[in-house]
């Protein structure tokens, strides 16, 4: 077994795009049966061994070549300070954006559309790359990553997909087209881009800044399909979703979900799907177990939501941002000196705290999940954080365990509840997994 295989199969494989793209399409990356981008191992399997090189050289999951660590060095070292949770950093910011509607549109505080506006507007860019609805989807297949080379493109992007979406054809896309981009991503897709830049010097030169999200994980398509049908809209049938509808009436992070399918339409409280608390892992892809990077650390400019809880309470979404690139520094100064955005400068140990569950699991978890891994003899990727469970609670550990343990049901039970065409084989499975984590948390002690 080669080393892709061995990615793919032990379930490291994040479905990111980027080997296809090395590869120029010989390892395809493809929607599984569970709804979830991955590369095709059979096909990396029959690859020769300068194929099987590329692909390792652009995969954010090789645990070879450069880390997380060692291109933020390279990139920021000179101008940024260092911060083991955040990455490197210039400046950061806590606040939104006040012109145009981008905070009304946004997921959060808007800051996400409103910078890729500006770039365009500044002339330092001529598109953007970044995931967003498909106008008439044929395949069932509702998000893409797509090019925006107007404002109006871009914001019709806005607000968060919650949504598996890959790169090779947009990356394809960019290699034909001169021009200068961006490219929007989670953070394990931006070390992506950064690796493939480090192979292929026409993407390092056409792709002149990486915006990133911060990421607590990412779901497989069932996940919007699950919560269609538990409005009544059966899987297959659903048109339209919008995870991210603020409700005014309530705290930031109690938003609604828009769904849409036949001659169903409706918005109901995301509290009121089974599944949509992310601290349940429902639909979660394995690949995210395995990962040590909330902050997108290799991005010029991160943005999140202000989890604080000062900034709670606002329904209509607060940003924190993360700047590495001076440049970008300048341009949100100068629209907070002209009164655009709204935002004040916040403490690293500010930002690390609006995302403390999300380090938590990533640092502490990751550590015990690489450590099972290890009593198992199982090859895990090397990650920035060392297997060890010697500093847990047995109560964190049943916590990781129960939560690690919904993710796989999921993936199971929505395949038996699509076979039987009987959503109740699927809720009632995971509400004893639910149960399991609610009495981990309850009896939770560390
Ligand atoms: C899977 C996922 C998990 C996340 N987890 C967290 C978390 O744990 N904590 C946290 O604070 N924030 C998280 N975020 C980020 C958060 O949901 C908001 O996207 C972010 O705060 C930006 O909001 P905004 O109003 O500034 O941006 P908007 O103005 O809404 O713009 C968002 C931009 O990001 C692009 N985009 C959205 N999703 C994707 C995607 N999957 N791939 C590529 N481009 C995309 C859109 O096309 C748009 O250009 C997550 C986002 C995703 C997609
Ligand atoms: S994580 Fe990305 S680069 Fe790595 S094998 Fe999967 S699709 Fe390919
Ligand atoms: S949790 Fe990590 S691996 Fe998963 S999508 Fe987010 S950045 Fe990628």
Not at 86 to 91: E, K, L, P, R
Not at 110 to 135: C, P, Y
Not at 348 to 370: F, V
Request: some cysteine.
């Amino acid at each position: 077994m080669n080393s892709l295989q061995q990615i793919v199969e032990g379930g490291y494989c994040i479905g990111c795009g980027a080997c296809a793209c090395a590869t120029h399409g010989s390892i395809p990356v493809e929607m599984n049966a569970c709804g979830l981008y991955q590369a095709q191992g059979a096909a990396a399997a029959r690859c020769e061994d300068d194929q099987v090189s590329l692909g390792i050289a652009a995969c954010p999951f090789s645990g070879e070549g450069a880390d997380e660590d060692d291109v933020g060095r390279h990139r920021f070292g000179a101008g940024c300070l260092p911060d083991s949770r955040i990455g490197y950093y210039h400046d950061l910011f806590i606040g939104h954006v006040a012109e145009d509607g981008y905070r009304a549109e946004g997921a959060s505080g808007g800051f996400g559309s409103w910078i890729l506006a500006e770039l365009l507007g500044t002339g330092a860019i001529d598109a953007v790359a970044h995931a967003r609805k498909v106008d008439s989807p044929s395949d069932g297949v509702l998000f893409r990553y797509s090019l925006s080379r107007t404002v109006e493109e871009i914001k019709s992007g806005a607000k968060s997909c919650y949504y598996p979406v890959e790169m090779s054809g947009v990356l394809e896309q960019i290699r034909r087209t001169p021009g200068r981009y961006a490219v929007v991503g989670l953070p394990c897709f931006i070390q992506a881009i950064r690796r493939l830049s480090g192979i292929d010097p026409v993407l390092k030169e056409r792709i002149v800044h990486c915006i990133g999200l911060v990421c607590g994980h990412m779901k497989s398509k069932a996940f919007a399909d699950c919560l269609g049908w538990q409005i009544g809209i059966p899987p297959g049938r659903l048109d339209a979703i919008d995870f991210r509808v603020k409700l005014p009436d309530r705290t930031a992070g109690d938003y609604g979900v828009y769904l849409r399918g036949g001659e169903i339409e409706a918005t109901r409280p995301r509290r009121d799907f089974l599944g949509a608390r992310w601290g349940h892992n429902f639909f979660r892809y394995s690949a995210c177990d395995f990962c040590d990077n909330v902050f997108a650390e290799t991005a010029d400019l991160t943005i999140g939501d202000a989890w604080l809880p000062e900034h709670e309470n606002d329904s209509r979404g607060t940003n924190i941002v993360v700047v590495r690139d001076p440049s970008l520094s300048t341009l949100i100064l100068r629209a907070m000196s002209q009164g655009r955005v709204v935002c004040s400068r916040a403490e690293p140990d500010t930002i690390a705290e609006s995302q403390a569950g999300g380090l938590r699991d990533r640092r502490e978890g990751l550590a015990y999940r690489l450590r099972l891994k290890e009593l198992q003899g199982v090859w895990a990727p090397r990650k920035r954080v060392r297997p060890d469970a010697a500093h847990l609670t047995s109560q964190r550990a049943r916590i990781y365990a129960a939560r690690s343990g919904a993710g796989a049901a999921s993936h199971r039970l929505w395949q038996e509840a699509l076979a039987q065409n009987d959503l109740a084989v699927f809720l009632d499975g995971m509400r004893s997994h639910v149960e399991t984590i609610q009495k981990a948390y309850e009896t939770d002690k560390g």
